[in-house]
Every structure is written in C-alpha cells, then in structure tokens.
C-alpha cells in the first residue's frame, strides 16, 4: 500500500560556532545563533533571534557558506526561513546577516551546520498526480491544484510542465515539506489572452518519476482597457508564400508581458522556419512576449516580420488584437 509523505529525520546534529562575523567600534548584539528543525530529506526550518537594536532590523539576508566562501542565499522579513529544495544526504552551513543600517553595520550571526538524511533506495515509481485544475484565472495569473501522488517513500516535489510553441518545458516546481502539500502552484507572470497547457509529474525521495497527469488548457483572458493601432504591409509575394511586415503601436498604457493576435484567412499558414517573432495556434497568428527588458511601452511601436504559405490571394491576417483589444487601422 502506498502512502503519501515526506521522510523526517529521526536525528540532527546541528553545529553552531560562536565568533560574530564583524566587529564594531559599538556592536549591537549580532543575530543568532540560527537553529534548524523539521528537517526531512529536501528541506529544513532555519529560525534565529533578532540582534538587540533599535530599530529592529526589517530584513535579514541568509548565505550559505561553500568552501569557505558565502553565497547569497535568500532573504527574509521575519526571522525565519524554510529552507527548500535540499539535497539529500549533504551539509549545509547557513548564516544570518543584516544589511547595514543605522545601527546594524551588516553584522553576521554565527554559522549553523547541519546534514540532510540520506535518501531511500528504491525503484518504484510514484502514482501519477491528478489532472491539474485552474483557478484564479486573469490576464496576469493563474493557478493550478491537482491530486497528490502517492508513493512507499514520500513525495518530494512535483515539476510542472508548459507546452507551446511546439515544444514542453520544465515550467516550475513545487517541493513537498512538512506544511505543504505541494498540490499548488501560482504563475503570476502569465500572458493575456493566450493559451497555455500544463501537465504534471511527481519526484519522489529516490529520484523515481511518475507517469505525466492529465494535461489542462486554459485561456487567460484580455488586459482590459489597452488600445492599438496596426498595419501590415507585404513585401513579396509569389510561389505560394509571402513576406510581411507588421506594424503595431501601443496607444494604451504600457505592457510588460503581452501578446499581439490574428486571424489568419482560409488555407494560410504560418511559416515557421521563417517566421521567427510568431506562431500559429489555429487558425491564428500570436506573438507573445515574456521577457524582463521594458516590455511595450504607451507610444511604442514595434515592427515584427512574418512568413505565410497561402493557396489562393496573398491577403494578410486580420483582426490584430494587442492584449486581446482589438486595434484600429493605422
């Protein structure tokens, strides 16, 4: 019978040293000592005490500690932090630092060591997460639940897949710790008016891999309140392809992540070893953008080459839509 769970160590040897890592001509009294508990086989509870100063520090920064040299971790408003996706069977040497501030001067807390346990050795494979179900749906969001696996050895995380523009890739990955189920999972970067397909599969403590869920569709819907202005224009024509260009400006506020959409006319295709900006999904050419550099700003205007096969008349897509906002003639 298979159960669901997560492997906890039934002992923890925690090492902690006592010299702060920075002095001061008046040091406040440094953070720490940081201890470890709820340690399983991919994660741990890192908690520690504030130093004594006033203010209180707002925010900590955690740094592991490789080879004698500190590494940028994480960070954490409150003092603690639930360290996550851990290797099992290896050591780890965190500290606690806080960031200079009046007061503060960056001080360190000790160094806390501890070892994950080791992982189980066997081969059978968890059961297949349940079928993914969306919630929360907007043009900006989304999120998924699904059914936990189930598994001799426990659950340690399930990796969440994305299929578009003819390929899969690894989306995500929620880890499973005590307190969390890791059944849920929230893209808060998705694109308006696109579609997207997920599915799931589960990890457990022996690396085994279950078979894929089910997948889920789901189309985000439009950004309201954005408006455009768009022309297309070909450039050649003949053999049963043409080359275009379309020419589409913002004259709403500005995007980040965003798509631009059209109708393609009866018997055209997108050409996809010439059309690099664009895809087709059915009967619809979309470019979509999810990058980190400036986005579409109110006023821009961008200019994206496209290929199309086509039986019949050259007549370029239709019904542009920035967002899911239908533009005007420009």
């Not at 997560?6 to 902690?16: C, I, K, P, R, Y």
């Not at 799931?200 to 819907?221: E, F, W």
């Not at 309140?225 to 053999?239: D, H, L, N, P």
């Not at 059309?275 to 059915?282: D, E």
Request: glycine share 10%; with cysteine; aromatic share 8%.
């Amino acid at each position: 019978m298979r159960r669901i769970g997560t492997v906890v160590a039934t002992s923890l040897l925690v090492l902690v040293t006592s010299t702060p890592g920075r002095a001061d001509a008046s040091p406040p009294r440094f953070p720490g000592p940081p201890t470890v508990s709820e340690l399983t086989l991919n994660s741990a509870l890192l908690t520690w005490q504030p130093p004594d100063t006033d203010p209180a520090p707002a925010y900590y920064d955690i740094y592991r500690i490789v080879d004698g040299q500190e590494h940028t971790y994480n960070g954490s408003y409150t003092t603690s932090l639930r360290l996550a996706s851990l290797a099992p069977n290896t050591s780890y040497t965190f500290v606690i630092g806080v960031r200079p501030q009046a007061g503060h001067n960056g001080l360190r807390s000790p160094a806390v060591t501890f070892r994950t346990p080791s992982a189980p050795v066997e081969s059978n494979p968890p059961t297949a997460p349940g079928t993914p179900v969306v919630t929360d749906v907007a043009p900006g969001r989304l999120t998924l639940t699904w059914a936990a696996s189930l598994d001799d050895s426990g659950i340690d995380r399930y990796l969440v897949y994305l299929s578009g523009f003819g390929q899969t890739v690894l989306h995500s990955v929620t880890v499973v710790y005590p307190g969390n189920p890791g059944t849920t999972w929230t893209d808060t970067r998705t694109l308006p008016d696109y579609d997207y397909e997920f599915h799931l599969v589960a990890v457990d403590h022996a690396g085994n891999r279950s078979a894929p869920s089910a997948p889920v569709n789901v189309r985000t819907p439009p950004l309201p309140g954005g408006s455009c202005r768009a022309a297309v224009q070909i450039t050649q024509a003949g053999g049963g392809r043409y080359s275009a260009v379309l020419t589409i400006v913002n004259t709403g506020g500005s995007v980040d992540v965003h798509t631009i959409r059209a109708t393609l006319p009866p018997g055209q295709h997108n050409d996809p070893m010439a059309s690099w900006n664009f895809v087709q999904l059915g009967n619809e050419l979309v470019y979509a953008y999810s990058g980190w550099s400036g986005g579409f700003p109110s006023g821009g205007r961008k200019q994206l080459p496209f290929v199309i096969r086509y039986d019949g008349a050259p007549v370029p897509p239709t019904g542009w839509r920035l967002n899911g906002q239908l533009c005007t003639a420009l």
